[in-house]
């Protein structure tokens, strides 16, 4: 009868040490939020002019876009800001 106790508690060990190495791991993962672009355009007459922002996905980094038109000509200022 001891025998069998200890064949039934050694297979029990056994069982759970079986279920132990089964165990399922989930691991999620979350993409980064999408850039994002504001466009605003002001026309004065004569002069037309652009303010573009845009935000990268981890939202640390702004970068700020400005181009004029007048009939002197156009030029374009770009700044970038990251945290």
């Known amino acids: 009868m001891k025998l069998r106790a200890i064949a039934f508690a050694l297979g029990v060990a056994a069982s759970g040490v079986l279920a132990a190495e089964a165990q399922t791991v989930i691991e999620e993962r979350t993409a980064p939020p999408p850039s994002s672009s504001v466009t605003v355009e002001h026309?004065?007459?004569?002069e037309r002019k652009t303010k573009t922002i845009e935000t990268n996905g981890a939202g640390d980094c702004t970068?700020?876009?400005?181009?004029?038109?007048?009939?002197?000509?156009?030029?374009?200022?770009?700044?970038t800001n990251c945290d």
Do not use: L
Request: hydrophobic share 20%.
């Open 43 to 46: 026309r004065d007459g004569v």
């Open 63 to 79: 970068t700020k876009t400005v181009h004029k038109e007048n009939p002197a000509g156009s030029k374009t200022v770009k700044k």
